[in-house]
């Protein structure tokens, strides 16, 4: 595959290889400049142009000499002639014993017939070292002669008699020339469009910025700063103090004020026992993934305030971040006791509202809060509040300093600072490649080492101390940074209409790269079972590289461009379904110590396994895309997207049935046979592609705004309640439509339909969800798969 990759749309910078021959000098005379290109392989060397042509004395065969222009002006077109070289010379200046031009004319068209049969007859020159050395030259127009390729000389054609050859190879290097300069034009456009936020760049020769691909485990650059001069203690005091008001010290040197003035009444606590349970659920979760808290220091104050029994002289921002953490751990719990997501709610309003919105002294709890708000926000589907609170812990964390390295801080204190910050630039990178949406944190502001590898638990202010015969680090946070820190190239490469083939194998072996620092058992090619927590950190890079491949589906890249793309993300698509196999294999009531699959299982492996189904149903593997709804039916309504990706694959697989009715073979495994790709089935299996204005190509034209309702009821087409200002506002699912797509067991019936379907009317795999086994004799039979074809049909559309 990666061969295909490369030759996709290879283009020859020379697109002529027509032989030359003698007739085909005069427009060969062009001088040749000199240039950083000049002095190639077979390049002649460039002459001077005087104001008058240099003569070249050819011997006749009667042994008489004949002079000419041997390089014409190329840019008077009165000079050329589409004779043979010299024949428009010879007309006008004739022989070189001084006859006149008026007898010279007369030559007889025997004697010029006999002239260009004998030039005809002849061989191609040799090139100089073989004409000196009298051996056989067998250079061609594009290569060396094998002669000077042993001897490790350059081949050229520059004597008297070698001149026509010498023409033909000018031309050769001015072609090259030419198109090395067109790519670098279109490179240098492409550089310009990118600053100006224009991607107007020719779509028959794409061209990427250079790749700027972080090594991994390497840290960022580290910024230089000023030297520092004697000492000023003294200055730095006066600056703090007649500074006040108009300016801060850098976070790190400042002082926090205090928040007196904030003082919110406290809630009760929860029960310590669903405590506890939560938060065990939120460590299993989001703290093997971003492992913003120092454990063991929470745990301390989380047991201060229950042997306390209230939050009473415990800071607002702690309680807030406490009840933050419980509203995450409802989200992830496998306790169907505790009400989800209304705990949650409930938790995280109580969290808001421990938030002094006027704060200007910030400490990293605020944006340990924030970022969790946001996570929690993702999780419940409200993307765009989560992208506000997202924004929030970014400024937040540069306002106190965490982006840069400083201190010296405590052992603990400097080690949490760096990793809070790289669990929001996990986060920051997350969702603006989910939303399409523009990064808030800039590589090139992080002046901070990447955290150590190891566990909360080992770090001590005395040191980092690891028992003998433990894994120092169980979380996922360094392999899923060395993903994530290719994001912003990614995002800068998803701007350009085509992402060239080169640019792809580039990205695709960092991915591989960045596979390899994953344990061993989220690795590919393993075939044991996965534990569910391990799914997650994995799905960062299977989502990112099923998101890099999935740009090459849009309306500006040519055919074979769009079924390159389709492949590639049915690869990427069946290597996450067998990572999703194994995840669901290892959560078996045998082994109790390993959490269910669905709880487990967080949006972006929502989103994840629904692109994948859309890839695996559109290319006809059945078997895989089952695999897919299944894991999807584990996780049910956990998670509220979960609901409206079912909702929208009831929807896909009805169209392909519909499609597949009418002869199209898309949704079938002979779909590489359609002769041109079906622009609506493209549409639905590109999926939140049309999420992002730059990208999406089915919105150009469409209504907008307030419009959207009012075209809809004029064309009489069933509008969804939301759209009319529904109370779930218009991006949530109401009630009747999370219901209304008939459920998981619906779909997985649906892609039974649909791998029988065979062009007309199949009877169904098997019978259908709720509906009982018909029987009776052979007429009766036949009656009754009429009947369940009508049903059948009946149904798709109802779900359509």
Known sequence: MAGSTQNTYSRSPIPSTTSYDSSSVSSAASPRTSGPYDGGLMGASPRPMSGQNPQQH???????????????????????????????????????????????????????????????????????????RKVKCDATET??????????????????????????????????????????????????????????????????????????????????????????????????????????????????????????????????AICDHL????????????????????E??????????????????????????????????????????????????ISRMLIDTWNDEFVIDHARSAILVSIF?????????????????????????????????????????????????????????????????????????????IDDHYIHDAGMMVPNGVSPLTNFILPIIHVVRAVSQLIKTLKSPIISPSTLATFDTHFSACMASFPPACQITTQEPLDPRMLAPVCHLMNARLILHRHNLTTSCPPEVRANAIEQCIRAALDSTNLFARAMASSTPSNPSIPPF??????????????????????????????????????????????????????????????????CLIGSPGYRGERELDEELMAYVSGDLQAGTENSWVWAGSETGMNIAGSALGGKVGISPTLLGGPEGTTVLTDLEARDWGGWERVEYLVGVLAREQGGYAQPLYPQPGSGSRGGGSGAGQGSQERSRGNERMAITNII
């Open 598 to 663: 669905g709880p487990t299982a967080n949006a972006m492996t929502c989103t994840h396994i629904w692109r994948c189904t859309l890839f695996l149903l559109y290319g006809g593997h059945f078997d895989a895309a089952l695999t897919c709804i299944r894991a999807a039916a584990n996780i049910g309504t956990l998670r509220d997207v979960n609901v409206a990706c079912g909702r929208n694959l009831a929807f896909f697989i009805g169209t392909l049935i519909e499609k597949r009715r009418g002869g």
């Open 143 to 272: 290569t060396s002669c094998s002669e000077c390729s042993s001897r490790n000389v350059k081949c050229q054609f520059t004597k008297e008699t070698n001149r026509r050859m010498s023409s033909i190879k000018q031309v050769q290097d001015l072609e090259k020339q030419i198109a090395q300069v067109k790519r670098e034009n279109t490179h240098l456009r492409s550089m310009l469009n990118v600053r100006e936020g224009q991607m107007d760049i020719d779509n028959d020769a794409p061209q990427q910025m250079p790749l700027q691909l972080p090594e991994i485990g390497s840290n960022p650059k580290r910024k230089g700063r000023p030297p520092p001069p004697q000492d000023l203690s003294r200055v730095r005091s006066n600056i703090r103090n007649f500074g006040r008001g108009i300016f801060k010290p850098p976070a790190p040197y400042r002082q926090i004020g205090s928040q007196a003035h904030f003082n919110p009444p406290r809630p009760d606590l929860p029960p310590k």
């Open 279 to 298: 938060l065990g659920s939120y460590y299993a979760s989001v703290h093997m993934l971003i492992p913003i808290l120092h454990w063991p220091t929470f």
């Open 377 to 453: 926000l993702t999780e419940i589907n409200l993307k765009s509040a989560a992208w506000t609170w997202l924004a929030s812990a970014v400024r937040i964390s540069q306002d106190i300093g965490l982006h840069n390295e400083t201190g010296p801080w405590p052992m603990i204190e400097g080690e949490m600072r760096r990793r809070v910050w790289w669990g929001i630039y996990v986060w920051d990178r997350h969702m603006s490649l989910e939303l399409g949406r523009p990064l808030l944190i800039e590589d090139a502001d992080c002046d901070i080492s990447l955290p150590a590898a």
């Open 58 to 132: 050819m011997n006749l065969p009667s042994g008489g000499s004949m002079g000419h222009s041997s390089f014409q002006n190329p840019y008077h077109s009165a000079t050329t002639s589409p004779g043979p070289p010299g024949m428009d010379s010879m007309a006008s200046t004739g022989s070189s014993s001084g006859t006149p031009g008026a007898s010279g004319g007369q030559m007889s068209a025997a004697n010029l017939q006999a002239k260009r049969a004998y030039r005809q007859r002849r061989k191609d020159p040799s090139c100089d070292a073989c004409r000196e």
């Open 300 to 349: 301390q104050e989380y047991e201060a305030v229950y042997k306390a029994g209230s939050l009473h002289g415990v800071p607002p921002v702690w309680s807030s971040l406490f009840f933050s953490v419980l509203a995450v751990g409802v989200l992830f719990s496998s306790d169907v006791s505790i009400h989800r997501p209304h705990k949650g709610k409930e938790y995280i309003e």
